[in-house]
């Protein structure tokens, strides 16, 4: 398969490409550093990277952006950037991205865990993530071409944990977080939010 | 208890400030023909109702627009309608709202059984849904002065299936969905999706 992954420079895009390397044709995209870039928040460059990749029988994104702040301190800018990044950013991915995708091809977004689980600081992250989840069961349904639409949702993440100094035994290794991607990619499920987890793997 | 409903006039709307006017000082508002009015995709006016409304114990929002179509029909302008509207109406009334609240208060906001249960041309209507659920559980835990934070998740109501000439066999009546919002305004629970079904009731 030739696969497009977006966000492919972060901590789990480059799981991601790793894991998806031995066995397929890997297109890697992000904001920065790689061989095709874009910026999520712009449909434009998001319509620019689509024709500068041509077709491709996966897109997954691990990419986007959201404010986590307190609520009092949360301004309505930051709702409108993480809306705009992570959110609009994600759906025009795929609104976008049908005509660019073989049939019976896959788009793999990413939410993340505190959309069920929020912490004090993840307003703006939970709403974002959430939405990013209801999107994608709904636009499940209307996919052409048996086009799949999943979400993996990942944990807390290992390498992410020790970047900020946290304890990384509550984390998930972004290499087990890589295999969800490619159970939405080389699976058959549509409309179903992949919840990666500690339990499960 | 002094209650400011939004929404007032719509078809929850009515039931909830019927199930709640024996026992509560009610306020209504909603866009048009109440005594109070409010565009909920604008916060400027979010603030000038809750000036004009001074203090109170709960908020009731059964407000908020969200477009329904095909999702290849779905615009750009469909997504940012939606958004404005339907998902940050509802968040900014939590966030201007909070020193417009007795403390102990509560919020209750509006979410749908689309944002769980998708259908054709809900894409816009599941995203936002779903983004006031997880906006609201996130927010509960950062809420000040014990003041709550929930959803009420209604199904397809009765009378809005009558109006759409739809089979409303399958509905719940407005005034059945009308009970959630007063078990989340009177009862203890937080950061919770109370989801109305025929079932539980």
Known sequence: ?????????GTIGRAVVAALSPRHEVVSASGHHS????????PISIRAMY??????????SAAGLARFKPLDQLSDDDFQFSLSNKLMGQVNLV???FEHVRDRGSFTLTSGVLARLPMPGSAAISLVNSGVEGFARAAALEAPRGIRVNVVSP???????QSL???PSQG???ASVARYYVESIEGTQTGVILEASKMSR
């Open 95 to 97: 609104r976008c991205g």
């Open 155 to 161: 944990p807390w993440v290992t390498e992410t944990l």
């Open 1 to 9: 398969m030739k696969i497009l992954v977006i966000g492919a420079t």
């Open 51 to 60: 024709d500068a990749v041509g077709m491709v029988d996966a897109v997954v």
């Open 172 to 174: 998930l290794p972004a």
């Open 165 to 167: 100094g946290m304890d």
């Open 35 to 42: 061989p095709i870039t874009v910026d999520l928040a712009d």
